[in-house]
Structures are given as structure tokens and as C-alpha cells.
């Protein structure tokens, strides 16, 4: 938390600082928008396990009129309840499509507090080594796949692509032949996930493939690459920094 609030000397760091203000009404909307989405099923939940004990109740015996009275003011609280969960989603739908309530930058799919970038979209291969000079480029790495479930997350975007032969990821054996490390710094042998197959002197870059398995590669091999970068909402930024 930054106690003194210095004051914005130029244009654009005023520009920031208003930006900064958006971005926190942003948070609050799609937070208040998130708790009525929440707060409608709820109601809606209730109102039909309501309707279906109305429903339920003494089958074959005839339902007294005033029963079926409430179940009938149930049954259209619950379709406007309906309604109101349409609107409800529309709403956090609205906000979420404002560039700036965005939790990644544009082009960037975010997922469980990171934001990814697959090179897919730019239809150009890159060398291991260039593929990481582009993602730092952009304050990120070459993906550092964590465990299963990131690993999920990767393949199921790689299958919404075209058939694709393999990714570069942040992990080599380049310092040490044999010693895989990912880089943030950790020890591949410390993970949960496959081995690296196919592992020799002349490859030194790992890549993986739409089954999650990993494979060592000549890293002057040309790919596609996935970039990853920690999610900060306090970070403004900017929409368009990929175009
Ligand atoms: C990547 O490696 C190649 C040769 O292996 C080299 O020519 C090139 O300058 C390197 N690029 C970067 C961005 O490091």
C-alpha cells in the first residue's frame, strides 16, 4: 500500500492515475456484479427445490387449491428470477468487456492468476531462444508449467487451434546436460509432470506437445511458443501492446 500519494507531473502519468481509478471501479463492479449473478441463482435454486416440493408432495392426492395457488406464484417468481439472471450475466458480460476491466492485456488469455500469450495468432516461427527474447519483450517468460492442471489449461488452448505440432516452453538443460530447470529457477526432476523424452546433447529446449508429454528439441528448431506472465491488477495495461 503506497501511503504518500505523489503528485502526477505529465500528461500521461496523469492519464495513469486516472486510469488507475478506472481500473479500481472496474474491480468493484464486476465484484458487485459477480455477488448479484451469485445472489440470483441462489433465489433461483431456491425457488425451484420450493416448486419441486410443492410438486412432490402427496402424489396421487389432490392438491388443496390453495397449493396450488402458491406453486403457481412460485413458478412465475422463478421465471422472473430467470430473467433477472439474463440480465444479471449480461451486465457482468458488459463489464467484462471493457478493455480496461480486462484481467490480461489484450490478446492474452488469462487462467488461475496468469496471463498467457500463444504465438499462434502471429504465424511466425521463432528459434527457443527467440521466442524467450519475445516474451520478455512483453515482461513475461517462455511458460513455466507449474503442474497438471496448467498443463491442462495449455493443451486444451492448444487444441483450439489448428493442429499443432508442439509449443516452446521455459524449460532447458542448456547449463547442464541433463539437468532440466524451468525458468523461474526450478528443478524440472522437482516436478510432477513427465519426464522430458528424448533428451540428448544436441537438445537442449523443451517443448510440448497437445498430449502434454514434453520433449527435448534442437533449440535452433523453429516454433510456436506459449509466453506467461503473473496476473497484477494493480499494473495498468496497455490493450493494444501486441498490435
Ligand atoms: C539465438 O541464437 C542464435 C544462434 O543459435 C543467434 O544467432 C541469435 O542471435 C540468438 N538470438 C537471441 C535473441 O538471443
Same mark, same amino acid.
Given at each position: 500500500?503506497?501511503?504518500?500519494?505523489s503528485?502526477?507531473?505529465?500528461?500521461?502519468?496523469?492519464?495513469?492515475?486516472?486510469?488507475?481509478?478506472?481500473?479500481?471501479?472496474?474491480?468493484?463492479s464486476r465484484?458487485v456484479?459477480?455477488?448479484l449473478?451469485?445472489a440470483?441463482l441462489?433465489?433461483?435454486?431456491l425457488l425451484a427445490?420450493v416448486?419441486?416440493?410443492?410438486?412432490?408432495?402427496?402424489p396421487?392426492t389432490?392438491q388443496?387449491?390453495?397449493?396450488?395457488?402458491?406453486?403457481?406464484?412460485?413458478?412465475?417468481?422463478?421465471?422472473?428470477c430467470?430473467? $433477472?439472471? &439474463?440480465?444479471?450475466?449480461?451486465l457482468?458480460?458488459r463489464? !467484462?468487456?471493457?478493455?480496461q476491466?480486462?484481467?490480461c492485456? +489484450?490478446?492474452w488469455?488469462?487462467?488461475?492468476?496468469?496471463?498467457y500469450y500463444?504465438?499462434v495468432g502471429?504465424q511466425?516461427?521463432r528459434?527457443?531462444n527467440?521466442s524467450?527474447?519475445f516474451?520478455q519483450?512483453?515482461d513475461a517468460h517462455l511458460a513455466?508449467?507449474?503442474?497438471?492442471?496448467e498443463m491442462?489449461?495449455?493443451?486444451a488452448?492448444?487444441?483450439t487451434y489448428?493442429p499443432?505440432a508442439f509449443?516452446?516452453?521455459?524449460?532447458?538443460?542448456s547449463?547442464e546436460?541433463?539437468?532440466?530447470m524451468w525458468?523461474?529457477?526450478?528443478?524440472?526432476?522437482?516436478?510432477?509432470?513427465?519426464?522430458?523424452?528424448?533428451?540428448? $546433447?544436441? &537438445?537442449?529446449c523443451?517443448?510440448i506437445?497437445g498430449?502434454? !508429454?514434453?520433449f527435448?528439441?534442437n533449440?535452433e528448431?523453429? +516454433?510456436p511458443?506459449v509466453?506467461?506472465k503473473?496476473?497484477n491488477?494493480?499494473?495498468?495495461s496497455s490493450?493494444?501492446?501486441?498490435?
Amino acid at each position: 500500500m503506497e501511503l504518500v500519494q505523489s503528485r502526477p507531473e505529465s500528461c500521461s502519468e496523469l492519464r495513469a492515475h486516472a486510469d488507475g481509478g478506472h481500473r479500481e471501479q472496474c474491480w468493484l463492479s464486476r465484484r458487485v456484479a459477480i455477488f448479484l449473478l451469485i445472489a440470483v441463482l441462489v433465489k433461483g435454486l431456491l425457488l425451484a427445490l420450493v416448486l419441486s416440493l410443492f410438486n412432490m408432495a402427496a402424489p396421487g392426492t389432490e392438491q388443496s387449491a390453495g397449493d396450488a395457488g402458491k406453486a403457481a406464484e412460485v413458478a412465475g417468481q422463478l421465471s422472473e428470477c430467470r430473467a $433477472e439472471l &439474463r440480465a444479471t450475466s449480461l451486465l457482468l458480460h458488459r463489464i !467484462s468487456q471493457d478493455w480496461q476491466c480486462q484481467l490480461c492485456p +489484450g490478446g492474452w488469455l488469462w487462467s488461475r492468476g496468469s496471463c498467457y500469450y500463444f504465438s499462434v495468432g502471429l504465424q511466425e516461427d521463432r528459434r527457443w531462444n527467440e521466442s524467450a527474447a519475445f516474451c520478455q519483450q512483453h515482461d513475461a517468460h517462455l511458460a513455466v508449467i507449474g503442474d497438471h492442471r496448467e498443463m491442462e489449461v495449455i493443451q486444451a488452448q492448444m487444441g483450439t487451434y489448428e493442429p499443432m505440432a508442439f509449443l516452446w516452453v521455459g524449460l532447458t538443460d542448456s547449463l547442464e546436460e541433463g539437468q532440466w530447470m524451468w525458468e523461474d529457477g526450478q528443478p524440472h526432476q522437482d516436478h510432477t509432470l513427465s519426464e522430458v523424452q528424448w533428451n540428448s $546433447e544436441e &537438445r537442449d529446449c523443451a517443448d510440448i506437445r497437445g498430449d502434454g !508429454s514434453l520433449f527435448a528439441s534442437n533449440c535452433e528448431a523453429h +516454433g510456436p511458443w506459449v509466453c506467461e506472465k503473473p496476473w497484477n491488477p494493480r499494473k495498468p495495461s496497455s490493450p493494444a501492446s501486441l498490435a
